[in-house]
């Protein structure tokens, strides 16, 4: 029987902040399906540890130290990438920052910069870099938050900039047409490093649970499951879309 051909193969993906969390397991993912993936993150170290996790696995990777805010590290991603596979057919936006868990009128505003330099522009900056080397057929995905449609109080500013990323999805889908496809996937609440001050204690992940239909918090492997298939060839006619992973959580604007 022969075998059959995986989604990525022959393809090559950038996954920004991808040595741990929903990161790595959509490089995982997408390079188990075939993927050359290209990892990022802003230490070596973690980039060095990821990059071995990925090849036990028999993935092709390729690690890049890549601070998002930091234009020369955005230069090296990208170029380190072309000089290495010579192409690039899948980007997926994952790096964000939450500095601050005062109100939005409390906060700094070199805080409120950052988060919008790191959620937001740096999103745009990267693709800004990448598109003269995008494929046709190519696919972006932008990774949200379940805090686009309901910013915590603890993090008001965090939830703005992520909704920015939906507004984002829909405008560069119309931009990047027809030949790069631009999605969104929207998280719920999923147990990550990221998430740590939501589920601080059992009490507190008992009340995440009861906020979704399933009963349970998400896990980082149906992240990237939903990642790699807005990310695929299956995928072919979907674009400007949004799909929220959240267990039923409300996801209404």
């Known amino acids: ?63 890049v130290v890549c601070h998002v805010s930091n234009a020369q590290h955005r230069k090296n991603l990208i170029n380190n990438t072309i000089q290495k596979y010579g192409k690039i057919d899948v980007i997926v936006s994952n790096a964000a920052a939450n500095p601050s868990a005062e109100p939005m009128l409390r906060t700094q505003e070199t805080v409120l910069d950052k988060l919008w330099e790191v959620n937001v522009k740096a999103s ?47 405008a560069l889908a119309i931009e990047m047409s027809p030949n790069t496809r631009v999605n969104a996937v929207v998280p719920g609440i999923i147990p990550t490093h990221f998430a740590d001050h939501l589920l601080k204690d059992e009490s507190a992940r008992k009340a995440a649970e009861k906020t979704t239909l399933l009963d349970r918090l998400g896990t980082t492997e149906e992240i990237a ?26 996801s209404r604007l």
């Open 124 to 170: 745009i900056l990267i693709l800004q870099e990448a598109r003269p080397h995008l494929q046709k057929g190519s696919s972006v995905v932008f990774i949200s938050s379940i805090s686009a449609y309901r910013p915590p109080s603890s993090m008001g500013m965090y939830g703005v900039t992520k909704t920015a990323l939906l507004g984002l999805t829909k």
């Open 1 to 63: 029987m022969a075998l059959t051909k995986k989604r990525f193969q022959g393809k090559v993906a950038i996954i920004t902040a991808s040595t741990q969390g929903i990161g790595f397991s959509i490089a995982e993912r997408l390079g188990l399906d075939g993927a050359s993936v290209v990892i990022s993150s802003r230490k070596q170290k973690n980039v060095d540890e990821a990059v071995e996790k990925l090849k036990s696995r028999g993935i092709e990777v390729l690690g």
């Open 225 to 250: 499951a939903a990642t790699a298939f807005l990310a695929s060839d299956e995928a072919s006619y979907i674009t400007g879309e949004i799909l929220v992973v959240a267990g039923g959580m409300p």
